[in-house]
C-alpha cells in the first residue's frame, strides 16, 4: 500500500513557478517508479513525468523544458518544479505510483490543482 499526498499548487500568474510535492507513506526507493500526470478541464489525463527509484527520469515531449521532476530520499518526497507557467497549465496535477517492474501506476493522490492567470 501506498498512500499519496500532493501538495504545491495554486493560483499563479503567467511566467511565474511552482513547485509541486508528492509525498509518499513509505520509502520511495521500494516504489518502483513515481510519476506527475495532469488532468485539464474537459481534457485526458495526460503524462508529465516520471522518475524510477534510481533517479532515471523521463518526460513527455510537450513537457521538456519548463518541467523538472525529482527526488528527495529522506522525505520520501518526489518534487515537480514548474517554470514560466502559461495559462494553458492550468489542469489537476496529480502524483502515481508503481509498485511494481511493469504494468500500470497503482496508487494515486487526491491531486493539486495549479492555476494560471494571464
Known amino acids: 500500500q501506498v498512500q499519496l499526498v500532493e501538495s504545491g499548487g495554486g493560483l499563479v500568474q503567467a511566467g511565474g513557478s511552482l513547485r509541486l510535492s508528492c509525498a509518499a507513506s513509505?520509502?520511495?526507493?521500494?516504489?518502483?517508479?513515481i510519476a506527475w500526470y495532469r488532468q485539464a478541464p474537459g481534457k485526458q489525463r495526460e503524462l508529465v513525468a516520471s522518475?524510477?527509484?534510481?533517479?532515471?527520469?523521463n518526460y513527455a515531449d510537450s513537457m521538456k523544458g519548463r518541467f523538472t521532476i525529482s527526488r528527495d530520499y529522506a522525505k520520501n518526497t518526489v518534487y515537480l518544479q514548474i517554470d514560466s507557467l502559461k495559462p494553458e497549465d492550468t489542469a489537476a496535477y496529480y502524483c502515481?505510483?508503481?509498485?511494481?517492474?511493469?504494468?500500470?501506476?497503482?496508487?494515486w493522490g487526491q491531486g493539486t490543482q495549479v492555476t494560471v492567470s494571464s
Open positions: 522518475i524510477t527509484n534510481v533517479g532515471s527520469t
Open positions: 502515481a505510483a508503481r509498485t511494481n517492474l511493469v504494468g500500470s501506476y497503482n496508487y
Open positions: 513509505r520509502n520511495i526507493f521500494d516504489i518502483y517508479a
